[in-house]
């Protein structure tokens, strides 16, 4: 069995990256993309494309800000959108979650922030409290989970280019680092940095106003894929793909993947007898 391939992306305003992702999930074909600040409404969406490349679309999102996707091979169950925890909003453009090949998948677009005196910032430091109270609601750490997407937060010294200029930033500062410490404690692993403990200089978002940002390595790694310990253990790989970024009109942001042993689904299935459809002892 193949194994099963996740990838995320923040494509800072899907309409204007489609020369890019559709080349790539036909290079690449993976069983399930995770897509964040789309930044169009929903009756605007390309949803059709994503068809005709042959992937199952669920989008959430409004004109310019924000948005939320997830394409995938096999048809999502389980679907939900937000929080949907009657605070501050329902943020359906921040937030979906589904169930594809037997996992729990959710693509999230966390607060940015803007600056630590401005409102937002205060709603970012609850977003994760609140995704914390989601996760608990909804799933299971014994379960295979995973959360990825654009998350707003470099946790780690090694995760940003110049850690002794940016300490202070909205995504690089003790409060939202241990903001996004709680929300992990609920059961989620790093899982780039189960494959890369230690290593410095691989960043997933290049600032368009940094000029030769990608080249001179003026990064910061602000883009996840957090999974619960029974998907960590089946994962293979977990990288960055820096093409996309050094592409003509591209994001700033690139593609975070992973690689999956098996399907849990398909496992699951393969465990029951036909005759009776129950569980093999």
């Not at 789309?38 to 969406?45: E, L, P, S, Y």
């Not at 609601?137 to 295979?144: A, D, I, T, V």
Request: charged share 30%; aromatic share 10%; proline share 7%.
């Amino acid at each position: 069995m193949k194994p099963l391939k996740i990838a995320t992306y923040n494509v800072n305003s899907i309409r204007s990256r489609m020369h890019i992702l559709l080349p790539w999930l036909d290079d690449n074909r993976p069983d399930v993309l995770c897509m964040q600040e789309t930044k169009v409404d929903d009756a605007h969406f390309p949803a059709e494309d994503f068809r005709r490349a042959g992937y199952h679309i669920l989008y959430r999102g409004r004109n310019q800000y924000n948005g939320v996707a997830i394409a995938s091979l096999e048809e999502p169950a389980d679907v939900s959108y937000g929080i949907d925890d009657g605070e501050n909003g329902p943020d359906e453009d921040r937030l979906i979650r589904a169930r594809i090949a037997g996992i729990t998948v959710i693509s999230a677009y966390v607060p940015q922030g803007r600056d630590r005196e401005h409102p937002m910032y205060a709603y970012k430091l609850r977003w994760y409290a609140r995704l914390r109270n989601f996760l608990a609601r909804k799933g299971s750490p014994e379960e295979p989970l995973l959360l990825c997407g654009d998350l707003n937060v470099a946790p780690e010294s090694i995760d940003v280019h110049d850690p002794k200029r940016l300490l202070g930033h909205v995504c690089f500062n003790p409060e939202v680092w241990e903001a996004f410490a709680a929300m992990k404690s609920w059961g989620l692993i790093d899982l780039y940095r189960k494959h890369h403990p230690d290593e410095a200089g691989r960043y997933t978002f290049f600032d368009y106003r940094s000029r030769g940002s990608v080249e001179k390595g003026l990064g910061w790694r602000i883009d996840h894929m957090l999974v619960t310990k029974p998907l960590a253990q089946r994962s293979n790989l977990c990288e960055i793909d820096l093409k996309p970024r050094l592409s003509d009109r591209p994001s700033d942001h690139t593609i975070l993947f992973a690689e999956f042993t098996g399907n849990p689904k398909a496992e699951a299935a393969s465990k029951k007898t036909p005759e009776t459809g129950r569980a093999k002892p």
